[in-house]
T-cell receptor
Framework: GENVEQHPSTLSVQEGDSAVIKCTYS??????FPWYKQELGKGPQLIID?????GEKKDQRIAVTLNKTAKHFSLHITETQPEDSAVYFC???????????FGTGTSLTVIP | EAGVTQSPTHLIKTRGQQATLRCSPI?????VYWYQQALGLGLQFLLW???????NRGNFPPRFSGRQFPNYSSELNVNALELEDSALYLC?????????????FGPGTRLTVL
């Protein structure tokens, strides 16, 4: 089955700096890669996703890049704000699979 | 539009007891997924229901089971509770059976086993 690894497990940045979280996956058939943000006491919420037919996707301060050859994808948050502080999860899913495989999460702290 | 709802918010049980957790998907969503989120760990896939049928289950023992009702709501049952079952249980729903679609998560049920 799929194996998703996520790094780092914790990340602290100064407000206004950029944050990068990286994930690798093992199943070359994976073709959908969502990123979720989980705030304290809440369920995860989708913030951005990318499919295997594109290499990059951007939504305001958030971007995701995908390198299919190397089997890794990354979340980039620019101009970080305190409200970006949360746990972020990556996930990978394939056409042939029928479940999500999540990374172990990154706890991001943005220091004002 | 109401989101995914879960009940109860918190549940405290003792070892050996049974726990029942409930989930109501977003209106129009037919697929429901259950995940276990233990402290410090990521989300571990438990079960997937679609159109009333169990489509897949994760690597959990048979004492984790569930069902989906005709109105697409779902129930997760955990029998013979063990201390390590203490976790946040998340339910997610999606409108299409294909998993390559956004899953909408509920707030979770915090299960504590004493």
């Amino acid at each position: 089955g799929e194996n998703v690894e996520q790094h780092p497990s914790t990340l602290s940045v100064q407000e206004g700096d950029s944050a990068v979280i990286k994930c690798t996956y093992s199943d070359s058939a994976s073709n959908y890669f969502p990123w979720y943000k989980q705030e304290l006491g809440k369920g995860p919420q989708l913030i951005i996703d990318i499919r295997s037919n594109v290499g990059e996707k951007k939504d305001q301060r958030i971007a995701v890049t995908l390198n299919k050859t190397a089997k890794h994808f990354s979340l980039h948050i620019t101009e970080t704000q305190p409200e970006d502080s949360a746990v972020y999860f990556c996930a990978a899913i394939s056409n042939t699979g029928n479940q999500f495989y999540f990374g172990t999460g990154t706890s991001l702290t943005v220091i004002p | 539009e109401a989101g995914v709802t879960q009940s109860p918010t918190h549940l405290i049980k003792t070892r050996g007891q049974q726990a029942t957790l409930r989930c109501s998907p977003i209106s129009g969503h037919t697929s429901v997924y259950w995940y276990q989120q233990a402290l410090g760990l990521g989300l571990q896939f438990l079960l997937w229901y679609d159109e009333g049928e169990e489509r897949n289950r994760g690597n959990f023992p048979p004492r984790f089971s569930g069902r989906q009702f005709p109105n697409y709501s779902s129930e997760l049952n955990v029998n013979a509770l063990e201390l390590e079952d203490s976790a946040l249980y998340l339910c997610a729903s999606t409108s299409l059976a294909g998993v390559s679609n956004e899953q909408f998560f509920g707030p979770g049920t915090r299960l504590t086993v004493l």
